[in-house]
C-alpha cells in the first residue's frame, strides 16, 4: 500500500510518506551537523511523520483533499506521537542505557511537539506531558508503523546503528563546556533539535508543494568577498572627502582599522565600544565581512533593540554592498501562530498551511532583526521562531546597542550567548557606545579575555567630546507647560532642537503644546507609527536641518538608537546614564558645531509606574550626576566616562538582581528554574515524590518544564500583537490581502510588509475590537488596521476616528 504524507494542490501529485521522512532526514542532519549532532537531528527527522504509515491516516488526507468544505474534525488522527514512542518503547522502556534513553527524551519530544511546541517533561501538575503521549496513549496501528518504517525507510538493524551513532554524538556533546549543566545542555541541545526538525520538514513541503528541487545553503565566502571589496572602495572614497583629515574622520577610520585587523582572531563575545557617532555600523560590517570569510561563517545577523532603525541601518548596508536580495529585514511576526497546533491540518494545503510554510527561517547571507525576535528564537512558544534557532549557528551576530536588552531576559540572553558561542561556533560583537556589565550578574556572559576591538577607550570618548551635559535634573523639576516656555527661550538661540521625553503620552502633550505655542516646524516620533511611517517623518527632519531651517523634534527614545541624526540642542528627560549617552549622540553628532549643549531635566508628568527599568535607570543617574555635583572628580570626572558608565551598570544591575531571570508569576518561578534547574533540585520532582511515596522517582532523565517556560514568556511586560497598517504601501498589501496567493508571492508580501506594521498592547487591541478599529485575514492568523484607525500625525488610534480628524487638518 502507498502510504500518504502530502498530497500537492496543483496536480494532486503524492509524495509518499518514505520518501518525506527520508528527505526531511537529510535536510534535518545538514542542519544538525554544523554543531556536531548530524545524527540526533536526522533521527528526528526520519522519525517525526512515523505515524502516517496507517491507514487511518491516509483515509483523513483522502477524505480531506476530497471534501474541503467540510474537512475531517479537529484532531482526529494523531500522527505525531507515533515516532515519539517507538523511540520510548525501544530505548527507554527497559534496559535503558543512559546515552540512548536521554536520546529517546530528547528527540521523542521534538517529534510529539512539531504541530505545536515542545512538551514539559514534568508540569506544575505534576504530570509529565511527554510520558502522557509517548507511554500512556494508545496508538491503533502503532505495529502497523513499525513494520513498514522499517520496510520502507531503514532496516530496523540498520536503524539500531544510526541510534547507537546519535548516542555518541550526544556523548560528546555532553562532555563538552564542563561548568555548564546538564540541564543547560539539554535544554539547547532540544530546542536546536527541534528547530532542525521543523525547518527541514516546512522545506521539505514547500518544495513538494511547489514542486521544485532542494537547493543547498551555498558557502557564503565568495559572496562575502565581494561586500568586502565594495565596502572597501566605500571606505576608500570616504578618504576622499574634504573632510577626511578633520580629528573624528580620523579616529573613525582608525577605528575601523582596529576593527579589520582584530576579525583574525578566532571566534568568541567581543566587545565593541565606539563612541556614538563613530561610525558602529561600517566599522562592525568591516569586522564581520573580514571575519566570516576567513571562518567561513553562513550568515552575518544584526540584532537591533527596536523596529525603528532596522530600515535606516539596512538601507546604509545596501546602498554600500550594492545589494538587495541578500539582505533580510525581519521586524516582527505578522502571522500569529502562537496557539496553534495544526496537526489536524497536515499534508493538504489551506491558508493556515500556506502561512506556515512560506520561507520564514532566516537563512539569507544577511539579516537585519531585533532584540525582541532573537529572544523569541530560543524561549518564545509557537513554531514559528524556534524555526530559525539552527541558523543563529556558525554565524557573525552584531549586537547594536546591546544595553537595551530587557531587564528579565538578561540571563536567559546571556546563556543564548553563551550557547553559541560554545556550541555553535558563532562570533558574538557586543557593539555600543555604553557596554553593559553583562558579566557582573550570576548568569553571566562569556566574554573573552582581551575582548574590547578598541585601544585606549577613555582616550577616545575624550576625543570624541562634542557636548556638554547640563544637570538640569538635580533640583527641580519640569511640567510639558514649563518645558515648553524653555524649548521657546533654546529655539532664539539654535536653529534645530530635540526633545526625548519616556512616554508617549507626554510627548504627544508637549508636541500639540508646542504647535499652538510657536509658529515653527515641529515633528513628532512615537512607536504608535510604523517604521516607514516613522522613516518618512525622519527623512523631512534631515531636509529641514540640511537646509538650516529651524525645526523641533519631539520624541520617544526611539530617536537615540542608531538614528543617523543631528540637532544643535538636545533636552533629554531624565533615564539612565546609556539613554543619556544616546541622546547626546543626537546632538552636533560630527563635531561640526564646536561644543553644544545637552540639558537633562527632571519631567514631573511622566508616569513611569509600568515603567520600572526607565524608572531604576533614573534613580541610578541621578544619584550619580548628585555625586559629580557634590565632587567633579568622582566617577571619573563626568557623566558619561568609562567609570562612571561601569558604576551606573553595576549600580542598575544591583539594583534589579532580583529581576534578572525572568521570574513567572503565574507558577512561581524564575524562567531559568523552568529551563534548566538540576534534578537534584527541582520543585516539581521533590513535590512529585513526595506525592506518589518516597520510593517512586519519575522514571526520566529530563525533568525540565520547557512548554510551561514558553507559555509565559514574553520580552515586553504585556504580550503584543503586530498589524498592518493602512500607511502607504501597506494600503496595497491589505487590499491584496484577500487574493489567492502562491508561496512564492505569500513570501514576498510578508517580506514587504514588514515596515508597515505596529505592535498593539492588550489593551490597545482590546479598544480597537471594542471601536471596530480591526480587521483579520487568512482565517485571523494577520491582522490589520481600518484606515480610521491610523492618524498620519500620530500613527495608531485605537478610537478609530483618525479618518474624519485628518480631514480635517
Not at 73 to 88: E, F, I, M, N, Q
Not at 338 to 351: K, L, P
Amino acid at each position: 500500500m502507498q502510504y500518504i504524507a502530502h498530497i500537492r494542490v496543483s496536480d494532486r501529485e503524492i509524495q509518499t510518506v518514505e520518501k518525506h521522512l527520508l528527505e526531511v532526514k537529510e535536510l534535518a542532519e545538514s542542519y544538525g551537523e554544523k554543531i556536531g549532532v548530524k545524527h540526533i537531528a536526522g533521527l528526528a527527522g526520519m522519525l517525526h511523520d512515523f505515524g502516517k504509515f496507517t491507514n487511518e491516516f491516509r483515509t483523513y488526507i483522502l477524505e480531506a483533499v476530497n471534501n474541503p468544505e467540510a474537512p475531517p474534525k479537529r484532531g482526529s488522527v494523531d500522527h505525531s506521537t507515533a515516532g515519539g514512542k517507538l523511540l520510548y518503547v525501544m530505548f527507554h522502556e527497559k534496559n535503558i542505557k543512559e546515552f540512548t534513553g536521554k536520546l529517546a527524551e530528547i528527540v521523542g519530544n521534538a517529534i510529539i511537539s512539531h504541530h505545536s511546541y515542545l512538551k514539559d517533561f514534568l508540569n506544575p501538575s505534576l504530570e509529565s506531558d511527554y510520558l502522557l503521549r509517548v507511554s500512556e496513549k494508545k496508538l491503533a496501528e502503532f505495529e502497523t508503523s513499525k513494520e513498514s518504517f522499517f520496510t520502507y525507510v531503514m532496516s530496523e538493524p540498520d536503524f539500531i546503528d544510526y541510534v547507537e551513532q546519535a548516542a555518541e554524538e550526544l556523548k560528546a556533546f555532553m562532555k563538552k563546556e564542563p561548568s555548564k549543566s546538564s540541564e543547560y545542555k539539554y535544554m539547547f541541545l532540544t530546542k536546536m533539535i527541534f528547530s532542525a526538525l521543523i525547518d527541514a520538514d516546512r522545506t521539505n513541503t514547500r518544495l513538494f508543494e511547489e514542486n521544485k528541487p532542494f537547493d543547498p545553503q551555498e558557502n557564503h565566502d565568495l559572496l562575502f568577498q565581494t561586500y568586502y571589496d565594495r565596502l572597501m572602495s566605500k571606505i576608500e572614497s570616504f578618504q576622499q572627502h574634504e573632510n577626511a583629515n578633520s580629528p573624528i574622520n580620523l579616529l573613525r577610520s582608525e577605528m575601523s582599522e582596529q576593527c579589520d585587523r582584530f576579525a583574525e582572531k578566532p571566534s568568541g563575545i567581543y566587545t565593541l565600544s565606539i563612541p556614538t557617532g563613530g561610525g558602529k555600523t561600517l566599522a562592525s560590517l568591516r569586522y564581520a565581512l573580514k571575519h566570516a570569510q576567513k571562518y567561513h561563517k553562513k550568515h552575518i545577523i544584526y540584532v537591533v533593540p527596536y523596529t525603528t532603525i532596522i530600515e535606516q541601518n539596512a538601507e546604509e548596508v545596501r546602498k554600500i554592498l550594492q545589494e538587495d536580495e541578500n539582505i533580510l529585514e525581519h521586524h516582527s511576526n505578522v502571522i500569529d501562530d502562537d496557539h496553534d497546533n495544526d496537526e489536524n491540518q497536515d499534508g493538504f494545503m489551506n491558508s493556515k498551511q500556506k502561512l506556515k510554510l512560506a520561507k520564514d527561517n532566516w537563512d539569507s547571507p544577511i539579516i537585519f532583526t531585533t532584540m525582541v525576535q532573537f529572544l523569541n528564537v530560543f524561549y518564545a512558544k509557537g513554531s514559528r521562531n524556534i524555526r530559525r534557532l539552527h541558523n543563529l549557528t556558525e554565524s557573525v551576530i552584531i549586537f547594536d546597542e546591546v544595553q537595551k536588552v530587557p531587564i528579565p531576559c538578561v540571563s536567559l540572553f546571556n546563556d543564548a550567548l553563551n550557547f553559541l558561542k560554545e556550541y555553535g561556533q558563532s562570533s558574538i560583537v557586543l557593539c555600543t557606545a555604553t557596554q553593559p556589565a553583562l558579566d557582573f550578574v550570576e548568569h553571566k556572559l562569556e566574554v573573552n579575555t582581551d575582548a574590547e576591538m578598541i585601544d585606549r577607550i577613555d582616550h577616545v570618548i575624550d576625543a570624541f567630546k562634542r557636548v556638554d551635559i547640563v544637570d538640569m535634573a538635580t533640583e527641580q523639576t519640569f511640567s510639558n507647560e514649563r518645558l515648553t516656555d524653555f524649548i521657546i527661550e533654546k529655539i532664539d538661540e539654535v536653529q534645530s532642537l530635540l526633545v526625548i521625553l519616556n512616554t508617549k503620552s507626554v510627548v504627544k502633550d508637549l508636541y500639540e503644546k508646542l504647535k499652538e505655542s510657536i509658529d515653527i516646524t515641529v515633528y513628532h516620533l512615537s512607536t504608535s507609527m510604523c517604521a516607514a511611517h516613522r522613516n518618512s517623518i525622519l527623512g523631512e527632519v534631515r531636509e529641514q536641518l540640511e537646509v538650516g531651517n529651524k525645526v523641533i523634534c519631539v520624541s520617544t527614545q526611539l530617536i537615540e538608537a542608531g538614528v543617523d541624526v543631528s540637532f544643535e540642542c538636545v533636552i533629554r528627560s531624565l533615564a539612565g546614564l546609556d539613554s543619556i549617552a544616546q541622546a547626546a549622540g543626537r546632538c552636533n553628532r560630527h563635531g561640526e558645531m564646536g561644543i553644544r549643549s545637552v540639558y537633562i531635566i527632571d519631567h514631573e508628568e511622566e508616569n513611569l509606574s509600568r515603567l520600572k527599568e526607565i524608572a531604576k535607570g533614573k534613580q541610578v543617574a541621578k544619584q550619580i550626576f548628585i555625586d559629580l555635583k557634590r565632587d567633579d572628580s568622582s566617577h571619573g570626572g563626568h557623566i558619561l566616562s568609562k567609570k562612571a558608565m561601569d558604576r551606573y551598570f553595576q549600580e542598575y544591575y544591583t539594583e534589579l538582581a532580583d529581576d534578572l531571570n525572568y521570574f513567572v508569576p503565574q507558577v512561581g518561578k524564575e524562567m531559568t528554574t523552568l529551563l534548566m534547574e538540576p534534578r537534584h533540585m527541582n520543585s516539581y520532582r521533590q513535590a512529585y515524590i513526595h506525592k506518589n511515596g518516597q520510593k517512586k522517582d519519575i522514571p526520566l532523565f529530563i525533568l525540565n518544564s520547557y512548554g510551561t517556560a514558553a507559555e509565559h514568556f514574553q520580552v515586553i511586560d504585556s504580550m503584543t500583537t503586530s498589524v498592518i497598517v493602512p500607511y502607504g504601501k501597506g494600503k496595497e498589501i491589505i487590499a491584496e490581502l484577500n487574493g489567492n496567493y502562491s508561496l512564492e508571492d505569500l513570501r514576498t508580501m510578508l517580506k514587504k510588509v514588514q515596515q508597515y506594521t505596529v505592535n498593539l498592547f492588550n489593551y490597545e487591541k482590546e479598544l480597537l475590537i471594542k471601536n471596530s478599529g480591526l480587521v483579520s485575514y487568512m482565517d485571523g492568523k494577520i491582522l490589520a488596521l481600518k484606515e480610521g484607525a491610523y492618524s498620519t500625525e500620530f500613527g495608531l488610534d485605537t478610537s478609530n476616528e483618525s479618518s474624519l480628524t485628518d480631514a480635517i487638518f
